[in-house]
């Protein structure tokens, strides 16, 4: 890599260092190396293809929501459609998601609960081991009932951040503690994510 003594006040554009544009360094004395992305900042907005791919969870079960496969844009092919389901990070950093998950109409009382996990595999070796890094859930209320006509369509949302290495994979999974089996909704827009690099 070239150097360069830059005065102070000096402005410069790189354009690429060593053939590439990901990575910079600035020296200033001591040598302070630093990672940038100066284009393709990861970011995705995808659907789940409740149309042709409802997801039904039993009563007691966890399961993995997939088939992100209505995406109005992925940056880097991060989410990939059909049946993987999961998030992958092309780049270590914070990153933040934001999570829908709509179920079909159904009666709760006020001791069904329905939990969605986020679940990280971390590839990388960044900060903690494998597992879930995120909680949200949706509780009954004693009085929703289908006899009186109050049956709901059950939502959790959420959103975070959280810290990632490279190649980390993020999916999303819903534990079903209703006592009945509950459906994710049909169509599209009502069970959905979107996230990206912030930083």
Same mark, same amino acid.
Request: glycine share 12%; charged share 15%; hydrophobic share 35%.
């Given at each position: 890599?070239?150097?360069?003594n830059?005065?102070?006040?000096s402005i ?6 060593? +053939?590439?544009?990901?990575a910079?360094a ?14 393709? @900042? ?5 659907e ?19 088939y992100w496969?209505? @995406?109005?844009?992925?940056?880097l092919?991060s989410?990939?459609t +059909?049946?993987?389901?999961f ?7 914070i990153?933040?998601f ?9 009666a ?6 329905i939990?969605?996990?986020?679940y ?9 081991a494998?597992g879930?890094i995120?909680h949200?859930?949706?509780?009954g209320q ?6 009186? +006509?109050?049956?709901?369509f059950p939502?959790?949302?959420t959103?975070?951040?959280? @810290?990632?290495?490279?190649d980390?994979?993020?999916?999303v999974?819903v ?8 459906t994710?909704y049909? +169509?599209?827009?009502y069970?959905?994510?979107?996230g990206?690099?912030?930083k």
């Amino acid at each position: 890599m070239a150097l360069a003594n830059l005065s102070n006040n000096s402005i410069i554009k790189v354009t690429t260092v060593g +053939g590439s544009t990901a990575a910079i360094a600035v020296t200033g004395g001591t040598e302070q190396p630093f990672p940038k992305v100066f284009k393709n @900042q990861p970011s995705f907005y995808a659907e789940h293809d409740g149309t042709n791919h409802q997801v039904t969870i039993a009563s007691g079960a966890t399961v993995k929501i997939n088939y992100w496969d209505l @995406q109005d844009f992925d940056t880097l092919s991060s989410v990939p459609t +059909g049946g993987s389901g999961f998030f992958k990070a092309p780049h270590f950093g914070i990153y933040q998601f934001n999570i829908q998950i709509m179920f079909s109409s159904m009666a709760l009382t006020g001791n069904d609960r329905i939990d969605m996990y986020v679940y990280r595999t971390n590839n990388s070796g960044v900060g903690n081991a494998t597992g879930y890094i995120h909680h949200e859930l949706f509780q009954g209320q004693s009085g929703w009932n289908g006899t009186s +006509g109050a049956s709901i369509f059950p939502t959790i949302r959420t959103s975070f951040t959280y @810290q990632l290495g490279e190649d980390d994979l993020i999916e999303v999974r819903v534990k079903n503690s209703t006592g009945v089996p509950i459906t994710t909704y049909g +169509g599209s827009a009502y069970t959905k994510w979107s996230g990206g690099l912030m930083k």
